[in-house]
């Protein structure tokens, strides 16, 4: 199983970003995909998931009505639309595949917010 994301960079605050994350080499059934961040220094945390169903996690309040997670219909592949970004919404960002009760990370892309 690879799980990959992609779309991450630097941006000033106020500004958007989509990353992108896809999950390889499993056979579809039910599973969840969800980004996860860490920020130096701090622990990691949970911004966003979904279900192969379409199911939408609650977001934590830090990015409620900025962040929006999609999936693509037909593959593995989940989103991560980042509004109105902030200096506080620098980190490591990390796509989270779960299948079968097991959990494959991806190794992270890089969102930093500043100006």
């Known amino acids: 199983v690879q799980v990959v994301e992609s779309g991450g960079g630097l941006v000033q605050p106020g500004g958007s970003l989509r990353l992108s994350c896809e999950a390889t080499?499993?056979?579809?059934?039910?599973?969840?995909m969800s980004w996860y961040r860490q920020a130096p220094g701090k622990e990691r945390e949970l911004v966003a998931g979904?279900?192969?169903?379409?199911?939408?996690?609650d977001y934590p309040d830090s990015v409620k009505g900025r962040f929006a997670i999609s999936r693509h219909r037909t593959k593995a592949t989940v989103y991560l639309q980042m509004n109105s970004l902030k200096p506080e919404d620098t980190a490591v960002y990390y796509c989270?595949?779960?299948?079968?009760?097991?959990?494959?990370w991806g190794q992270g892309t890089q969102v930093s917010v500043s100006s």
């Open positions: 979904i279900t192969s169903t379409g199911i939408v996690t």
């Open positions: 989270k595949l779960r299948v079968l009760y097991r959990d494959y």
């Open positions: 080499g499993f056979t579809f059934g039910n599973y969840g």
